[in-house]
């Protein structure tokens, strides 16, 4: 479709502001960049969860008979073991991210499912994606949850949700006025996944205007490089908290499957090898303190780590990752292809199986 106005510049947006109105358009770009760095950062989570869960299930199933347990919870009848996304609230963030999802992900659209005030029009945005307003129906239905719901909303959104969330269920909050803290304590609930971007003034803000919308805009790989963690540009970052996070998700992934200490690290480190080979030394160490790391069996899962503390303590992975340039390096190499294609993942999750099936 031509944009029958686009050289007519008295139809322009800013030609109708003030000059005091002008200086505030960098605003403007933001707004844009933060909605396209949110939404990439969750789906690229989402991505991430879900293949891990995968492979766990497909590999280390086979290779370790005696495992009975299982990753989520059971399945109702004629639904399969895919991840369920469930997003609550379908104001601009919330129909972005489903487009997200629902474009550059692999999450099937009957594994979306969408609370809101006003269902009868989120569907005219997402025809394939149900959409009702039951957020207790939500919350016991999903894998990961994200709030997309306004600050005001919170307490009411928190109160329908604290009886009803899983242990393992990882709820993803957009709402930045709302600390972690704060919202861990109103859900009762401590798998809590909060970014929080940092942002300043800078001369290239611009880059993030071409960013709308999210979905088609995740295919440019100026803006996905741009939305890197810990090389963002346009004025918008993300620090090491945020990581720290979601490779302690890989943790508790692994916790959750009862996988040995051993086995979880032969997993996470496979993902490094096929980055950067063996120069990241991972270990026990790296993710726990020193005197339980030295106690834990081979054989014996990691503890579950509270993601609330992890996003607000000194963890000891934050200080490894801190103090290891090498592994920063990985981090931005693997967090790079976040337009969610995964292609990297599906060669790495090869490794560790073929390393226990020689043992």
């Known amino acids: 479709m031509v944009d029958i106005a686009a050289d007519l510049s008295t139809l322009c947006f800013e030609s109708g502001l003030a000059d005091d109105e002008k200086k505030l358009l960098y605003l403007r770009a933001r707004s844009a960049g933060l909605t396209f760095c949110g939404c990439a950062h969750a789906a690229f989570v989402c991505e991430l969860i879900d293949s891990l869960s995968r492979f766990i299930n497909l590999y280390y199933r086979c290779a370790i008979k005696r495992r009975t347990a299982k990753i989520r919870k059971p399945v109702a009848p004629g639904e399969d073991d895919d991840l369920r996304v469930g997003i609550l609230g379908m104001g601009h963030l919330g129909k972005q991210l489903c487009l997200a999802l629902l474009e550059k992900t692999k999450i099937k659209p009957s594994n979306i499912k969408i609370s809101t005030r006003r269902p009868e029009l989120a569907g005219t945005h997402t025809k394939k994606v149900e959409c009702f307003f039951d957020n207790r129906r939500l919350a016991a239905w999903a894998d990961v949850l994200f709030l997309c719901c306004l600050p005001s909303q919170i307490p009411k959104v928190c109160v329908d949700l604290c009886s009803h969330l899983a242990k393992h269920c990882l709820v993803y909050s957009f709402t930045s006025a709302i600390p972690v803290t704060k919202l861990a304590k109103l859900l009762g609930h401590d798998y809590i996944l909060k970014p929080k971007y940092d942002v300043v003034s800078c001369d290239t803000v611009d880059v993030w205007l071409s960013c709308s919308p999210v979905a088609t805009a995740l295919s440019d790989p100026l803006l996905i490089e741009a939305s890197c963690p810990l090389t963002m540009k346009g004025g918008i970052s993300l620090g090491l908290n945020w990581v720290c996070a979601v490779l302690y998700i890989l943790l508790n992934i692994c916790t959750s499957a009862s996988l040995g200490s051993n086995e979880a690290l032969l997993l996470i480190k496979s993902i490094f090898k096929e980055k950067c080979g063996d120069t990241v030394q991972l270990n ?56 969610v294609k995964l292609l990297c993942y599906t060669s790495s999750f090869t490794y560790p199986y073929a390393v226990l099936k020689t043992q």
Do not use: G
């Open 284 to 339: 026990a160490h790296s993710f726990i303190n020193s005197s339980y790391a030295s106690s834990l069996l081979s054989d014996e899962p990691f503890p579950w780590i509270s993601l609330t503390d992890a996003q607000i303590r000194e963890t000891p992975l934050l200080r490894f990752l801190s103090s290891s340039k090498s592994v920063q390096q990985w981090v931005y190499l693997l967090l790079l292809p976040i337009s």
